[in-house]
């Protein structure tokens, strides 16, 4: 499968993005997805993830309450509304997906990721 993120950019504090995810294939419905993100000199750390049904979701403690993920399995697609974005929000933003049963918040456990969407919150 194949992932495309797109719909980051440059907000100021205290904005919102909405960040998109399209997939390729018929086995999207299927996959766990979640987003994860990277600042510059810093690791990849884990955002949000939604299990295949989209009945459960979980999020980094540092973006629960601001952000949701949600997915679309008709259109193939998974999104990160980003609301009341911080300059430490700033990082490029990777969709990844999983193909076993279940919620993962670690990357080595997502078979799947896309190109990365830079966000830019400026203060």
């Known amino acids: 499968v194949q992932l495309q993120a797109s719909g980051g950019g440059l907000v100021q504090a205290g904005g919102s993005l909405r960040l998109s995810c399209a997939a390729s294939?018929?086995?999207?419905?299927?996959?766990?997805m979640g987003w994860f993100r990277q600042a510059p000199g810093k690791e990849r750390e884990f955002v949000a993830a939604?299990?295949?049904?989209?009945?459960?979701?979980t999020y980094a403690d540092s973006v629960k309450g601001r952000f949701t993920i949600s997915r679309d399995n008709a259109r193939n697609t998974v999104h990160l509304q980003m609301n009341s974005l911080k300059p430490e929000d700033t990082a490029v933003h990777y969709c990844?997906?999983?193909?076993?049963?279940?919620?993962?918040?670690?990357?080595?456990?997502?078979?799947?990721w896309g190109q990365g969407t830079l966000v830019t919150v400026s203060s």
């Open positions: 990844a997906g999983k193909t076993n049963l279940g919620i993962a918040t670690t990357s080595s456990r997502y078979d799947y």
């Open positions: 294939g018929r086995r999207f419905s299927t996959y766990t």
């Open positions: 939604i299990i295949r049904s989209g009945g459960t979701t």
